[in-house]
Nanobody
Framework: QVQLEEFGGGSVQAGGSLRLSCVAS????????MGWLRQAPGKEREGVAA???????SYADSVKGRFTISEDNAKNTLYLEMTDLKPEDTGMYYC???????????????????WGQGTQVTVSS
């Protein structure tokens, strides 16, 4: 059974930091591309960061320079280091797995096959 479980969400003030983790099980982790997507209230789900089939990290323009995605294949774990958080970063953050994405398709939620339940991130001003 495929499972993606996110950890690390919480409430912080603007300028603060959080580290999200996602532990994957039930599939061959190294054969999938992994990403983080988020959804704010009243908005569509959007890509935040992902690692594509060539191992290249891509980021939404709004988080470049502040967020860092990484993974530990030995632990089947995906991370998102978030610094200098802003109120507009508030939302539910989802870990997701795609069979294949590239630098042009990484941010499209429909390309991701497996999803976690999400972890809430709230940034107050």
């Amino acid at each position: 059974q495929v499972q993606l479980e996110e950890f690390g969400g919480g409430s912080v003030q603007a300028g603060g930091s959080l580290r999200l983790s996602c532990v994957a099980s039930g599939f061959t982790y190294g054969r999938y591309c992994m990403g983080w997507l988020r959804q704010a209230p009243g908005k569509e789900r959007e890509g935040v960061a992902a690692i594509d089939d060539e191992g290249t990290a891509s980021y939404a323009d709004s988080v470049k320079g502040r967020f860092t995605i990484s993974e530990d294949n030995a632990k089947n774990t995906l991370y998102l280091e978030m610094t200098d958080l802003k109120p507009e970063d508030t939302g539910m953050y989802y870990c997701a797995a795609a069979f294949w994405i590239n630098s042009a398709t990484w941010s499209e939620p429909n390309n991701f096959r497996y999803w976690g339940q999400g972890t809430q991130v709230t940034v107050s001003s």
